[in-house]
């Protein structure tokens, strides 16, 4: 059984732990097979834990594993499509692949809805034990979701209704979620909080109206979590010029970092804002012109 687990971006700006929009064209692929003895057993392109219970993809099949009683073993073959530490959801993916495996392999007996539990308790390994679900969700069912911090559980698949151009750069180096979690403000003045409580209910009306250029400027005035992350990626400043120099309709971090997205006008010019991102980026940046992707986890050939 093959597996693609599609990447993800998360927070969007005010919507730190509650927003994420799955990516299409980059994503991570399990196979996944039965084998004869008790155990998930692991092995990986790129140097990630390998004992099941430490590996978000060994953790969300064997969760899967469970919920159907079946005490067999697994092989999982990992191929990291997705560069570790990036900030585009590369646990999440992992972990809704994980999931969905073993579930196909069991003969389908879950549907999506019934693994967003499994696939949540597994993205907690990697963000030093918090639950959130704003790149594991949008991984499993694709497009845009919202979903409580408070109560991962409580979800909304938010259907996109027009085409998203979409720049995403990932700067050559890594952030692990866990630490870059520890950096934010433990509090924050109450006048930050409701500005961001209603640039987010604001943007995601302009999401619901497929009005990217209204959504971008909600997008990049977060003011409580992207300040304090900034100054984990040294290119972000000119990373957000060169977008909205490029014609972007606005730029922001995804989720830890030190990856960053752009909203474009087109299918023509978010090649442009894409190399322009690249550029501003530095030595080593690697970056794709995408959009969204509507379908989320799937086995693949
Ligand atoms: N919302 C999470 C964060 C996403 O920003 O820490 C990364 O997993």
Known sequence: MRVYGPASLSNLGPGFDTLGLCLKGIGDIIEARFTSGPEITITSSAPIPLVASDNTAGRAAHLVMTKAADKRG????????????????????SASAGAWAANLLL??????????????????????????????????????VLTSPAKPLDYRCIRL????????????????TADARTILPSAVPRIEAVHNA????FMLHAFMTGDWEAVSPYMMRDRVVEPARASLVPCYQAVREAAM??????????????AMFAIARDSFSVSKVCDAMVRAAGEGARGMATEADIHGVRQCS
């Open 74 to 93: 697994l092989h999982l073959s990992i191929k990291k499509g997705i560069p570790l530490g990036s900030g585009i959801g590369g646990s999440a993916a």
């Open 107 to 144: 003969g389908k007996p879950f549907s999506k809805e019934e693994l967003a539990h499994a696939v949540l308790e597994a993205e907690r390994l990697a963000s030093g034990g918090t639950l959130h679900g704003d790149n594991a969700l949008p991984s499993l069912f694709g497009g845009l």
């Open 161 to 176: 209704t027009t085409p998203l151009h979409l720049a995403v750069v990932m700067p050559k180096r890594s952030i692990l």
């Open 198 to 201: 209603s640039d987010l209910a």
């Open 245 to 258: 120099d490029a014609g972007a309709y606005g730029a922001a971090l995804t989720g830890s970092g030190p």
